[in-house]
């Protein structure tokens, strides 16, 4: 089965400065990944997905990702983070050949400071 | 409006109720899901259905119940056998399963006192 690990439980940014998040999935043949953010008492909205094709796909609030099979990452980024960022990012995975749905990991919570 | 409603967003009951929290989507999908949300755990499937009259157990089943009569609506009951119910709840669907993005409710705090 899948498996997701988001190494930082954590991150505290100074707004403005850059930000990466990190993603590692167990390992398969091929995977689907997606980005989720979660701001305060409300549900999950999706960021961005790799399907397929490019390995670096751009989403929504200027968030981008990069896949890497050879390490089994899919980093969430984004050069210059404000305020409105603060929020619980949640990278999943899925296997195209199975039938179950998307594993997610614990979440990074991301805090942006003034 | 397209999309998915959960009510109430807040829940209060006593120890030993059961109690049933309500999902529903117009957004015509074929897939339905409930995760459990506690702090530092991220989220935990309970249970998928991906058609009507059809559902699968997820991670952590025991306590819980649903039932999927129609494809607008996926009710979740958290029993009495839940030995630690306070949690926030999330609903989502998706119009398949593996590469469909799934849409979220806003979700219901339940607090079991």
């Known amino acids: 089965a899948q498996s997701v690990t988001q190494l930082d439980s954590q991150v505290p940014v100074f707004e403005e400065a850059p930000v990466e998040l990190r993603c590692n999935y167990s390992s398969s043949v091929s995977v689907y990944l997606f980005w989720y953010v979660q701001y305060p008492n409300q549900g999950l909205q999706l960021l961005l997905k790799?399907?397929?094709?490019?390995?670096l796909v751009k989403g929504i609030n200027g968030f981008e990702a990069e896949f890497n099979k050879s390490q089994t990452s899919f980093h969430l980024r984004k050069p210059s983070v404000h305020i409105s960022d603060t929020a619980e990012y949640f990278c999943?995975?899925?296997?195209?050949?199975?039938?179950?749905?998307?594993?997610f990991g614990k979440g990074t919570r991301l805090s942006v400071i003034a | 409006d397209g999309g998915i409603t959960q009510s109430p967003k807040y829940l209060f009951r006593k120890e030993g109720q059961n109690v049933t929290l309500s999902c529903e989507q117009n957004l015509n999908h074929d897939a339905m899901y409930w995760y459990r949300q506690d702090p530092g755990q991220g989220l935990r499937l309970i249970y998928y259905s991906q058609i009507v009259n059809d559902f699968q157990k997820g991670d952590i089943a025991e306590g819980y119940s649903v039932s999927r009569e129609k494809k607008e609506s996926f009710p979740l009951t958290v029993t009495s056998a839940q030995k630690n119910p306070t949690a926030f709840y999330l609903c989502?669907?998706?119009?398949?399963?593996?590469?469909?993005?799934?849409?979220f409710g806003p979700g219901t705090r339940l607090t079991v006192l």
């Open positions: 999943a995975v899925s296997d195209p050949a199975g039938n179950t749905p998307l594993v």
């Open positions: 790799y399907l397929s094709g490019s390995t």
């Open positions: 989502a669907s998706s119009l398949g399963q593996n590469t469909d993005t799934q849409y």
